[in-house]
Each structure stands twice: as C-alpha cells, then as structure tokens.
C-alpha cells in the first residue's frame, strides 16, 4: 500500500510565525502535491512537484513556497503565517504516468492565531 | 480556466441507488476522475473517464459525456459506509502545457438514512 504521512495533524502557530510542513511518501513516486482544502471550497492546489528541485506553481501559491531535497520528501512553507491560512492542508503522491490517482496524506488542520 | 460544478449535498436511503452529478467548464478536457473522502480522513481515488460512456466498478459506476461536458458517479446498494463526500476532478495543465494538476469540485455531501 502506498504510504503518504504528514508530520502533524494539528498545528497551532501564530500570526507572523514560519511555518514548516512535511510530507513523506514511501512508493518512490516522483510528484508531490500540496492542496488546501476549505469548507464549501473543495481542495485547490497550492504548489507541487515533478521530480528532486524541482517545482511548479498551482492555483493559489501566493504565501507559500516549498521543497525537495530527497524525492520522498516534499515541504510546505509558509514564510510568515496570516489568519487566512487557517485550513486543512493535504500532500499527495503519484506516480509518473499515472494522470489521475493521487495518493492523499491524512491532512494538517493548521489553525494561525 | 477551469471550473467544476457538483451539488453540496445529496440525501439518500440505504440500500437505494444515488447519483451525483458535475458539469465542467475546462480549457481543454483530459478525462474526469471522482475522490471519496469520509470525515476527517484523507481523499482517495474511485475511478476514472476519458471516453464517453460507462465505466463500472463493484458498486459503483461513473459515466461521462464529453458533448454535454457532464459525467456523474452513481453508487448502488447504498451502505451506511457510503457517507462521504464525493469530488470530481479534471486534469488541468500548468507551465505552458509543460505540467499538470488536477482541479477539484467543491464536493457533494452524501448522507446516507437508515
């Protein structure tokens, strides 16, 4: 079974702060994704990854930025945290090739006092 | 760009049959897949169109008509197991062509009645 952890499921940070989140996935896929998900929004793509360095805007990168070191690894950055990024963020693996079947984490619920 | 539209929610009684239905507006149309995802847990995949017509699996089927920009998951035999939400989502294109993502719908509700 493919495996897609995140390093926290709940995440209290305030205004200002930096802000890491970590995804790991375990099946050697090669892109990464990072999705928020909103309630009466859906999930919208931040930011993702087709291989190690390499990065590609989404739909809503504005406040975000991220990294790959290792192609396991794939992190969320949020340079200075707003109350606006309160949400439930996801990470998702797939494997080159592959178009449609994402891989989802079990989500960051990332609350910004 | 892209657009995707679902209903919130849906209501249906076990063991009857429901569907949920998405009307898409894209520039450029790559196939239609659906997620479920129960509460707090994560979204996984169901299944997959990129031709018209009927694609079954167990319980549930999705079906897509490419003309009418309109595909919909149908789930039999509704289980109480079923209470979900459900997305559909389009494959959408990023860096000139060069990379691509999905974009979702905002999700149907599906609660399921004894």
């Known amino acids: 079974d493919v495996k897609v952890t995140q390093s926290s499921r709940y995440l209290v940070k305030r205004t200002g702060e930096k802000v890491f989140l970590e995804c790991v996935q375990d099946?050697?896929?090669?892109?990464m994704f990072w999705y928020r998900q909103d309630p009466g929004l859906g999930l919208r793509l931040i930011y993702f990854?087709?291989?190690?360095?390499?990065?590609e805007k989404g739909d809503i990168p504005e406040g975000y930025s991220v990294s790959r070191e290792k192609k396991e690894r794939f992190s969320l950055i949020l340079e200075s945290a707003s109350t606006n990024q309160t949400s439930m963020y996801l990470c998702?693996?797939?494997?080159?090739?592959?178009?449609?079947?994402?891989?989802f984490g079990p989500g960051t619920r990332l609350t910004v006092t | 760009g892209q657009s995707l539209e679902q209903p919130s929610e849906v209501t249906a009684v076990e063991g009857a049959i429901v569907q949920i239905n998405c009307t898409y507006q894209?520039?450029?149309?790559?196939?239609l897949s659906w997620y479920q995802q129960h509460d707090g847990g994560a979204p996984t995949f169901l299944s997959y169109?990129?031709?018209?017509g009927l694609e079954e699996t167990g319980r549930f089927s999705s079906f897509l008509s490419r003309s009418d920009s309109y595909g919909y998951l149908l789930l039999q035999e509704l289980q109480m197991k079923d209470s979900a939400s459900y997305f559909c989502?389009?494959?959408?294109?990023?860096?000139?062509?060069?990379?691509?993502?999905?974009?979702f719908g905002k999700g149907t509700h599906l609660i399921i009645q004894p």
């Open positions: 998702a693996s797939r494997r080159i090739g592959s178009r449609y079947e994402q891989y």
């Open positions: 169109n990129g031709l018209d």
């Open positions: 990854s087709y291989d190690v360095k390499m990065k």
């Open positions: 989502a389009v494959r959408s294109l990023y860096s000139g062509g060069g990379a691509d993502g999905l974009t």
């Open positions: 894209t520039s450029g149309f790559y196939g």
């Open positions: 099946m050697d896929h090669e892109n």
